[in-house]
């Protein structure tokens, strides 16, 4: 009998409309819910995928969702010398069995206000997953005197796009579907 040569774990690259960044898109589960955005090798000490793509040169941000990993790079470098790599180190990742964030980071919130229940159910069930789609996400961070308080992550938070996604639309439908805001402010890591 000859010896059966394993098939690479299967990883999709997904272009984003920000140049910079790809979305690498995977079968396994990375993280049951939630993401996880590293802006430096030193944020993502303690988990272990960020870890290992930040030991790649010009890799300048990761995301981790449930099923994908959103890499934004250098603006010189070019994808063609780094897909390769970060498809290498995410597969050494899926067959190591670690967890792709530490345990303490996959806390979720909970929220007794109606008005941050709606607006919170709003960008989970419409606005995160078209965000998703192209290899970013929102993160609500509070309410005040009306004002939703968000930040972009992922390929969305150097994309140039990102104003328009929130003027036209997280804002115009938190506005039309909760009385209650008045407007969107996007934060800033």
């Keep these: 009998m000859s010896p059966v040569d394993t098939v690479p774990t299967p990883i999709d690259t997904v272009p984003t409309p920000n140049p ?4 690498f898109k995977v079968q396994e589960m990375l993280v049951p819910t939630g993401t996880f955005e590293y802006r430096s090798a030193a944020q993502a000490s303690d988990a272990p995928l960020p870890r290992r793509l930040f030991d790649l040169p010009g890799v300048n941000s990761v995301l981790v969702a449930p099923r994908f990993v959103t890499v934004n790079k250098d603006p010189g470098l070019p994808w063609p010398e780094l897909v390769p790599q970060i498809k290498a180190a995410v597969r050494d990742f899926l067959e190591s069995g670690d967890m792709a964030v530490p345990d303490e980071e996959l806390a979720v919130a909970h929220y007794t206000d109606p008005v941050e229940r709606k607006v919170v159910r709003l ?53 039309e579907e909760v009385p209650e805001v008045r407007g969107i402010q996007q934060i800033h890591a």
Excluded at 147 to 175: D, F, H, N, Y
Aim: include cysteine; charged fraction near 20%.
């Design 123 to 175: 960008l989970d069930e419409f606005i995160r997953p078209a965000v998703a789609q192209d290899g970013g996400d929102i993160v609500y961070h509070g309410i005040e005197d009306g004002i939703v308080k968000v930040q972009l992550i992922g390929s969305c938070s150097t994309c140039p796009s990102s104003t328009a996604t929130l003027a036209m639309g997280v804002e115009r439908m938190l506005l």
């Design 20 to 23: 910079d960044a790809l979305m």
